[in-house]
């Protein structure tokens, strides 16, 4: 029955080929969709994440309560013990030390005096070692001028403070800020490249040094202020993080005390739980409504398949098919249409959502004037959910329309069915 | 005219098959529409927002006043200058003193920006009145971040100590009278309101002022040493916010539109290819084969039509209720840096109404006549017998 | 780094005014004015840092001439070993040997706290010279580790004071300072120093060890220790000098 039904379809181009044509493409544009939409959507919660958050983030619990000054009093030691045992436990995470610290920065004269001074916050991350920070946070795409720092005592400073301060490319700058310890801290750093965020309150004074310089500079030897760990998948899974949390945090005993280890999943900093909300129940809803349209078009498309063949039906049901029998081969015909075409649309949903995922669409241009930071290329993101949600409204749509469309046949007489064939 | 009637009757005579299409057409109207409105409410929600609470009709700024550079917060301040007394007193402007401060919520330090205003204003949105009253306590008011941010709760007492002009070092206990709730983070985020003849004894600044804010009726003059900041100006980087998050939305309902001219496309072709009798027929009646084209593509753009006339009779009381009762987000949003309230309401200008329809119609009629053009190549007679090449 | 030691041993020497069943304030401060007042000094001390993560120790030698100029130099814990500091006047320098900078601390810096301690180095810059600003007055009596002391109010006449109001409370019997109190003008406790191990140096009672309290902040205050005074010791002009900073 099968082989004969698909034998028909194959054969019959003109019964086959247009509705599998448009289920194809409307699956596609599903499945694209919701890659994109979850790209988007995901994007503005990676983008937090790189920067700030990490998808969970190990710190202090008293660095935590005064998070928002950045108590560097409160950073976490030992991160050479720390790390590793991070890494040991959570083989699904990378984890990333990163100082956060604030400072004034000062410019001196030909003669070491004070010429320009200026306040500034900061980062330092692993930036000599390897690459995988940059990476991370695109840096490449927030560079303006110079390099990355290729050795020790190099930093970025932000564009309009570079400017701001008189500087060119290889000038000595010296922070000045508080270390761990409280005690005095001055360093001196050559600016070896500049970056330019787009976001007033970053331009306006924000460096970026590896985290080797900031150790010495701020007397945090194998210290840093929080770890970050990124999910191995690439990007953020709330329950996961959640999860990864919970038990963390369970394991530590002397909650009590203000060192004691916290780990925090991404929707639990920064107002992100609001996002990371929305991003869900957008994604699901705009992918219901659009599955739900989806189905009306292929609906339509099953009609109007299904109407041209009335001819077909009245000529069987006079050679003796009985009308539950056609109507069934009909419906068997609206799942393998349905699935071939959902099969066709998927597989080309999934290679523009991929193309989509590697080179990504730069809206950066359209953003030039704005001051916001925000990723400027949007990506798609493919992830289970895309393999199988394009099947839903395929299949879905194709039999629902072919029911309608196959109703006709118990309405209609037989007769009048069998005149159509003159069509 | 009979053109047209004829092709809306043949369109009808579709039934159920035009309603579906008309029905998804009908849904990406609304929808544009929708996702439109909703981002320009959000957008001039912002900017209404900045406006009620922050911004108002515009500031002048002291010359020295630079909200990102903390340097600057302790000298910028400057007397009023006489020419905008009269405006200050009449309340066309409110002046508000900025100046800096440490408090110690719990023991800790916590560096905070200090903002002097008028318990009695009555140009933003701020719950001033809250800072009128006399007490062994400064009576101050903070933004719902910022309570968060130090841990303070309503009627918290903390301790301020702040450098007067001379240096002279003071401190005070400020009460929290009231917390307010804002999506402008600008005036939220490590600030502390206070009445502005109490910070100007405070720091011995009598009849100073940072930045002075206008009433929407103030007409603004120039002045030395003082800048004028209108809204556009002031809330621009409000607007490139939103700007750049309609961005991603916009491609969403491009494709869902893709989706209904899709059903066009679909129903067009199929519809041609059914109704070759009656091309032939028409055809042989004397109509040229162009004519019938355009039957064809009105037909098509008839669903433009009737998907509008569908999508007002659902949409209008859709848009109508949302933008009156907004559409609300259920999660606390107040830490989230963008300007985003808890009840959005939805936009709908003229212009993206006109807009969205033209474009519809357009874009329906595009895809009508696409397949369409094949009537041209049809040979009637053949066309009559029902075979087509 | 240490000028405010100088500073603040010379706070409570000023001009007064009578009061009424005590004797006169200034009578008083004249008193402990000739006990502690030197031409220059020469102080080694060790400063005690509360922090967050438990106390430091820092090293330091000061050399101070009059009000107004001091010099010091830390001398340990190894990272600060090699810094300096210059006060001249109202102006403060600081250099870093690992940086090799001179960098003017002024602003916004000036409110950070020295090193993690509870001074600033606008305590710092807290000059002599504003003592002149002060109405002094006894207003009552106490006594501090048995110790009978006189309760000495001095009150800003001009405004260009970091405090309004101190309470000093000066040993009756050695014209020492043993508690010194610094309020703000509505009269609320801002600092506290605690003067303790009086004891006799070329002829006059100092205390070797001070607690500094900044009392609006959690935590114990930072304990500065003497280890050494000299006074009336000749100091070569140079060393006040941005020169000798390098």
Redesign the interface.
């Known amino acids: 029955m099968i082989r004969f039904l698909l034998k028909g379809i194959l054969r019959d181009r003109s019964r086959s080929l247009l509705p599998i044509i448009v289920v194809s493409l409307g699956v596609m544009i599903t499945v694209f969709l919701q890659a994109y939409m979850d790209g988007v959507l995901g994007d503005s919660i990676e983008w937090t994440a790189q920067f700030t958050t990490g998808h969970v983030k190990v710190m202090t619990r008293a660095y935590q309560e005064n998070m928002s000054q950045t108590p560097n009093d409160y950073a976490l030691t030992d991160v050479d013990i720390l790390q590793p045992q991070l890494e040991k436990d959570y083989p699904g995470l990378s984890w990333a030390p990163r100082i956060q610290f604030g400072g004034l920065l000062d410019v001196p004269d030909e003669n070491g005096l004070t010429r320009a001074q200026g306040n500034v916050k900061g980062m330092g991350l692993e930036l000599l070692n390897s690459s995988e920070e940059i990476e991370r946070m695109h840096l490449n795409d927030y560079l303006s001028s110079g390099d990355f720092p290729k050795q020790a005592g190099e930093v970025l400073l932000s564009r309009e403070l570079f400017n701001q301060m008189g500087l060119t490319l290889g000038d000595e700058v010296t922070l000045i800020s508080s270390g761990m310890w409280g005690d005095m801290a001055m360093y001196n750093f050559k600016v070896c490249g500049t970056l330019q965020f787009g976001i007033n309150s970053l331009d306006r004074g924000f460096m970026i040094a590896d985290i080797e310089d900031l150790r010495l500079a701020l007397n945090m030897e194998n210290s840093a202020s929080e770890i970050l760990g990124f999910l191995k998948e690439g990007y953020y899974i709330n329950k996961e993080a959640q999860n990864l949390s919970g038990s963390f945090n369970q394991k530590q005993t002397k909650t009590q005390d203000k060192f004691s280890l916290l780990m925090l999943p991404l929707s639990d900093m920064n107002g992100m739980q609001f996002f990371v909300a929305y991003a869900q129940q957008m994604q699901y809803l705009i992918v219901l409504v659009f599955v739900m349209a989806m189905s009306l078009v292929l609906w339509n498309a099953g009609l109007l398949g299904g109407l041209r063949r009335y001819g077909e039906f009245g000529l069987r049901l006079a050679i003796g098919e009985n009308k539950h029998e056609l109507y069934r081969s009909l419906m068997g015909e609206a799942v393998m249409i349905g699935l071939l075409g959902s099969i066709i649309g998927v597989a080309f949903g999934l290679l523009f959502s991929w193309l989509m995922q590697k080179y990504g669409l730069d809206i950066g241009d359209m953003l030039k004037d704005s001051t916001i930071m925000m990723p400027t290329v949007m990506r798609a993101r493919i992830t289970s959910t895309t393999y199988y949600i394009g099947f839903l409204p395929g299949i879905l749509s194709t039999l629902i329309g072919a029911m309608l469309s196959g109703i006709g046949i118990y309405k209609r007489q037989t007769a009048s069915l069998f005149k159509e064939l003159e069509n | 005219m009979k053109l047209f009637k004829t092709a809306l009757k043949s369109l009808l005579g579709n039934g159920?098959?035009t309603w579906?299409?008309v029905?998804?057409l009908s849904?990406?109207f609304v929808?544009i529409i929708f996702m439109q409105g909703l981002l320009e409410g959000w957008s001039r929600q912002a900017v209404i927002d900045a406006v009620a609470w922050e911004i108002a009709g515009g500031q002048y700024w002291s010359e020295a006043y630079d909200p990102?550079?903390?340097?600057s917060l302790?000298s910028c301040a400057r007397d009023i200058p006489d020419q905008l007394m009269p405006a200050a007193e009449s309340g066309l402007l409110e002046a508000v003193l900025i100046s800096q401060g440490?408090i110690?919520p719990?023991?800790?330090?916590?560096g905070v920006i200090l903002k002097g205003i008028d318990p009695e204003q009555q140009i933003v949105k701020l719950p001033t009145r809250l800072l009128a009253g006399e007490g062994p306590e400064i009576p101050v008011i903070i933004g719902a971040h910022m309570a968060k941010?130090a841990?303070l709760k309503e009627n918290d007492l903390v301790?301020l100590?702040w450098?007067?002009a001379?240096?002279?070092?003071?401190?005070?206990?400020l009460r929290i009278a009231g917390i307010f709730v804002t999506t402008v983070p600008t005036i939220d985020n490590?600030q502390i309101w206070l009445a502005l003849d109490k910070l100007q004894s405070m720091m011995?600044r009598e009849n100073q002022a940072s930045i002075l804010i206008a009433s929407p009726d103030y007409e603004a003059q120039q002045l030395e040493g003082w800048l004028f900041k209108d809204v556009e100006e002031l809330s621009?980087?409000t607007i490139?916010?939103v700007?750049?998050?309609s961005?991603?939305m916009a491609?969403?309902y491009l494709?869902?539109l893709?989706?209904?001219l899709?059903?066009i496309f679909?129903?067009q072709?199929?519809a041609i290819f059914?109704r070759q009798r009656e091309i032939g027929t028409l055809v042989a009646l004397g109509m040229t084969r162009k004519q019938v084209q355009w039957l064809f593509t009105l037909e098509g753009s008839l669903n433009a039509l009737l998907a509008i006339a569908l999508g007002c009779l659902y949409g209008i009381p859709l848009f109508i209720y949302l933008s009156t009762n907004g559409l609300s987000?259920p999660?606390?949003?107040?830490?989230?840096?963008l300007p985003?309230s808890d009840v959005m309401y939805p936009y709908y200008s003229l212009k993206l109404i006109v807009g969205t329809i033209v474009f519809i119609l357009l874009s329906t009629a595009l895809v009508s006549y696409l397949p369409a053009r094949q009537i041209a190549r049809m040979n009637p007679t053949e066309a009559i017998r029902?075979k087509m090449h | 780094m240490k000028q405010y030691i100088t500073s603040l041993f010379i706070l409570p020497l000023s001009l007064s005014i009578l009061a009424e069943d005590y004797p006169p304030g200034k009578t008083i401060l004249d008193r402990v004015d000739q006990n502690m007042n030197a031409r220059t000094r020469i102080v080694q001390s060790t400063m005690e840092i509360q922090g967050n993560r438990g106390s430091r120790t820092l090293e330091v030698k000061t050399w101070s001439e009059g009000d107004n100029k001091a010099f010091s130099e830390y001398l340990a814990p190894a990272r600060e070993k090699g810094s300096k500091m210059l006060k001249l006047d109202n102006q403060l320098w600081i250099y870093s040997p690992s940086t090799d900078r001179i960098i003017q601390i002024s602003g916004h810096m000036l409110r950070q706290s020295v090193m993690g301690s509870d001074l600033s180095y606008e305590d710092m810059m807290d000059d002599a010279a504003l003592l002149e600003r002060y109405q002094a007055e006894v207003t009552g009596e106490e006594e501090i580790r048995g110790r009978p002391c006189w309760i000495l109010e001095l009150t800003a006449i001009v405004p260009e004071v970091n405090y309004y109001k101190q309470v000093l409370s000066i040993d009756r019997e050695r014209y020492v300072p043993l508690k010194a109190d610094y309020y703000s003008k509505s009269g609320k406790l801002l600092k506290r120093i605690s003067f303790d191990k009086v004891e006799q140096i070329q002829g006059r009672w100092y205390p070797k060890t001070m607690l500094y309290k900044d009392m609006l902040k959690e935590g114990n205050g930072t304990l500065m220790n003497i280890v050494s005074l000299e006074l009336d010791v000749n100091i070569p002009a140079t060393v006040f000098n941005k020169a000798s900073l390098k």
Do not use: C, W
Not at chain 2, 166 to 173: I, K, P
Not at chain 2, 331 to 337: A, C, M, N
């Open positions: 159920l098959k579906l299409t029905f998804v849904v990406s929808l990102y550079d903390p340097f302790d440490t110690y719990q023991g800790r330090m916590q941010q841990h301790t100590r450098r007067d001379n240096g002279t070092f003071e401190a005070a206990d490590g011995l621009s980087n490139a916010m700007k750049a998050k961005m991603g491609i969403f494709i869902f893709l989706l209904a899709l059903a679909d129903t072709t199929l059914r987000f999660i606390d949003v107040s830490e989230f840096g985003v029902g």
